[in-house]
Structures are given as C-alpha cells and as structure tokens.
C-alpha cells in the first residue's frame, strides 16, 4: 500500500532513522555517564526533607540558599563522581554527613534524625564571656564588672577572691586558667585564688597599659607567647624556647605540643601575593602551612586534630594538616571537644554532635530564632555540655548558661521555665537563679526587713513554678536587670 504513496513511505523512514538515532544518542550519553556519574539513595525515617550539595559549594560565588538537590527517600539519583554534603531536616532537626560519590557505582546511605530536641537544665543568669566547670566550681567572667564570679557547689553566687578587672580569661582545664587585666598583665586563675603568671624575663610583661604580647594557652597547661616578631612555647616556671618567627597579625591556638597561627587576608582570599593561612608549628620549630581562611579553630585534647570555620564548611585536620573530615554545617562557630572523636559547636541558633569516624553530625538543640549561643564547654566529667545563650534586641535580658545531660539524667522543666522570668526585682528584692547543683533562687537586698525569700516564692508562684523546686540563698553579687 504504502508503494502507492512514495512519499509517505520515505517520510515514515525518516522518522525511523531519527527515533533510532536519538535512541542511539540517550545510550551513548547513559553509557560515558557510567565512567563520571555516580548514583545516590538515601533512607530516612519520616517524611523528611533530603538536599545534595557539592562539598565545595559554599566556596563558589553562587547563593547557598539555592544550592543542591532536593531528593525523596529511598530514590535513586544519578549524580556526578565528587564529594556531597546530604543533609536530612524536618523541623527543628537536622542530620548532616559528608559523602563521597564513586563512578559507576551506587551508594545507599541511612540517616536517621536525632529523636527529640534536646531538654535543656538551666545553669544560671549571668553575664558569662568566659567560664569553667569543675565539680566544686562554676567560675566564670562578668561582661559588666570584668571580674570573677563563683558559683560553688552550695549553690552559692559569690564574688571570687581575687576581683581585680580583666579583659579575657582562657582555660587550660578547670584549675589551671590566663586572664589578662585591663592593663595588659597576666595572671594565673585556679578555682580558688589567683597569682602572677610567671615568666622568663626576656617576655616577661611588666609595663601596664603598653602593647603586650599576645598570649595562647593549651589543654596540657603549654603557653605560647607572640612578643614582638618571636613566637615562644614553655611551661610556667619552666624553660622557654624560641619556635619561630611571625611579623604578620596573627591569631595563636595553642594545642598539646604544637602551635597553630591563623592569618586572615584583608580579602579573605589564600591565593595571591598576600594569602590567608593556617599554620602549624611544633616545639622543634617544625612548620607546616596550608592556604586557607579560618574565622575560628579549636585543637583537640590531645593535640591530634585541629577544627576550623570559614566561610564554608568547617575542616577537621591532623597536626600534617592533612583533611580527616568536612564538617557538614556551615557558619560555625564556638568548638568544644570531648575527646578525640567527638566534636561539639553552634551554628546560629543551633548546637551540634559531629563524630568524626562516621563524618556524621546531628542537632542536639535548636534554640528560638531570636537567641544567639556565645560559648560552650563540657565539664570536668564529661557528663553534661555547658552552654551560654544570649537574647537580642526586646528578648534580651542577660546571657544565661545552660547545661545539656550527655548521659540522660533527668531534667524538672520548670526549672528551665523559670530561668525566662529571672533576673527580676520585687520591691527591693533582685532575683537570679543559679542551678550548678542545686536550684536555687538568689537574692540581693540589704535591707532583712523585706523578707525576700517569700517574696521569691510568691512570685514563682504567679509564675506557675513550684517555689518548693528551689533553696533561697543571699548573694552580695547584683544581677543584672532586664535589658541590660
């Protein structure tokens, strides 16, 4: 038949020939696909909502708010060999993982979401920059005063002994801290007194309120020194050694028998003439430099691994300053680590579990959108995570330290609700809370006669807190009111 329409027949091959030939050509592009793609599914529990982004991304000029792949569960995604960030969120939880893509095969991974949003203990209403946990201690630095808090394990909130004005505190563990006065002096902060920070004479800084050198001190009570161009490491009352040279203005992070500096380029570039660096130095003098830029790093105890920010991913590397892992949030600040494997760190409202075998990390705590999380350490046992958390603009009282149970123990909600109201004044009655061990209302007032305990009480009862959770104590200390 078709014999009778010539034409028609030479269209119809026509049409044949294509149809094989972009067959042809969809085998040809699967087929090289086979030696760069790679495939991906991933399984997780719920209705969650599953991205892809390429590790890399957040280093391009390209916006991360419209980056990578939206996935469905138990899908497979055909995707390009390299190296992805996948993250699972539902709400107010969040798991990411770095994941390595190989061509031509598959890789099925499982990421499942924390169970709840961690339970928070309150810890106290005070004005934190700096603090550490002992199990007799909470010592921390006041932001208004400038000067040493204590919180015993009484319960009690007391001026600390020594309460001269200092502008920083670092810790080397909870009985062995540096502050620096407003003068530029150094002097050596225990839990219970305070002394002079002795030094060779050759750094030795005698001369208050000139330029001091800048100071970094390690977990294992190392201290390195940056005084004028030459960079030093000793012990306190020990020998100290010259380990290098720096004219450049740089950050110094101590760690267990090595030094790492950071230099941040006025562009933030680590390429050119002037790059940004991250450098390791040992106590032979040994130096290792890498080109990258890092807001912010924190070695580990032992001094095996150093995590830093930038504005990408975070990095976790070995004292080579080879890559161990990526750390998959970005915007992080505010390290702590447990130990050599487990890493803690906020990311804006959001506080952090990273294990660096499973390159893995997961939300413990999502606070409300208007606070900001400022520090964080563990104390001395490793059985809770301590952090500090600020409000902003209206919401803003004070900044309040929190204490997350790494091990399950029980927390009274109420107690946490009542850590919102305070610090209060009823009458001439000031109220704060403290909660190292146990909760208790403290109070400043001089005048007995206003019988601040009940007052305390009545007003945790209009609050619809159980005033019988809490002990009263009297404090010489006074809080600090709402809004400032």
């Known amino acids: 038949m078709l014999q009778n329409y010539p034409q028609l027949k030479k269209i119809i091959q026509y049409v044949v020939i294509f149809i094989v030939f972009i067959y042809l050509i969809i085998f040809l592009i699967n087929y090289i696909k086979t030696y760069s793609f790679g495939s991906i599914t991933v399984k997780t529990d719920g209705k969650n909502t599953i991205t892809i982004i ?12 419209t980056a990578g ?46 169970s709840s949003n961690g339970l928070i203990d309150a810890v106290g209403n005070i004005n934190s920059t700096s ?25 009690q909130l007391l001026p600390f002994k020594d309460q001269t004005s200092y502008k920083t505190l670092q810790w080397a563990n909870p009985n062995y801290g540096i502050a620096q006065d407003n003068g530029g002096l ?8 305070s002394r002079d920070l002795s030094l060779p004479s050759n750094i030795l800084f005698t001369k208050p309120y000139e330029s001091p050198p800048q100071l970094s001190l390690a977990a294992n009570k190392e201290i390195y020194v940056l005084n004028g161009t030459t960079l030093y490491a000793g ?55 890498k080109n990258v830029y890092a807001t912010s790093a ?34 992080i600040s505010n390290f702590s680590w447990l130990d050599d494997s487990t890493l803690y760190y906020s990311s804006g409202n959001m506080l952090w579990k990273f294990i660096t075998g499973s390159k893995a990390a997961s939300t413990i705590y999502t606070a409300p959108s208007s606070q900001a999380i400022t520090s964080l350490s563990s104390n001395q046992d490793n059985s809770y995570l301590y952090f500090s958390m600020e409000g902003t603009n209206s919401d803003a009282k004070n900044v309040s330290i929190y204490k997350i149970p790494l091990n399950k123990q029980t ?27 146990k909760p208790t209302i403290q109070f400043y007032d001089p005048f007995p006669e206003d019988n601040c305990p009940d007052k305390g009480r009545v007003f945790l009862q209009q609050k619809n807190i159980d005033p019988s959770l809490f002990n009263y104590s009297s404090t010489p200390l006074t809080p600090s009111l709402p809004g400032n």
């Open 54 to 65: 390429p590790e890399n991304y957040l280093g391009t000029s390209k916006k991360p708010t």
């Open 69 to 114: 792949k939206v996935l469905r569960a138990s899908k497979i995604l055909r995707i390009k060999a390299g190296v992805y960030i996948v993250t699972v969120r539902s709400g107010v939880h969040a798991t990411s993982k770095e994941i390595t893509i190989t061509s031509r095969k598959g890789n099925v991974i499982t990421l499942d979401l924390p």
């Open 131 to 155: 603090f550490s946990v002992s199990n007799e201690h909470l010592l921390y630095l006041d932001q208004v005063s400038n000067k040493i808090n204590d919180i015993n394990k009484n319960d």
């Open 186 to 193: 150094f002097h050596v902060i225990s839990q219970s007194d």
């Open 235 to 289: 012990a306190e009352g020990g020998v100290f050694k010259t380990i290098g040279s720096e004219k450049r203005g740089v950050l110094l992070l101590g760690g267990a028998n090595k030094l790492a500096t950071i230099y941040r380029s006025s562009d933030k570039s680590t390429t050119g003439s002037d790059p940004s660096t991250l450098t390791v130095i040992d106590l032979s003098g040994k130096t290792i430099v």
């Open 298 to 331: 924190r070695w580990s105890p032992s001094g095996k691994f150093i995590a830093i920010s930038s504005n990408g991913f975070g990095k976790i590397y070995d004292d080579s300053l080879n890559v161990i892992a990526t750390i998959p949030t970005n915007s």
């Open 411 to 437: 927390i009274n909600k109420q107690i946490t609700d009542s850590q919102a109201f305070l610090p209060w004044l009823v009458g001439r009655c000031i109220f704060t809370l403290t909660n190292f061990n």
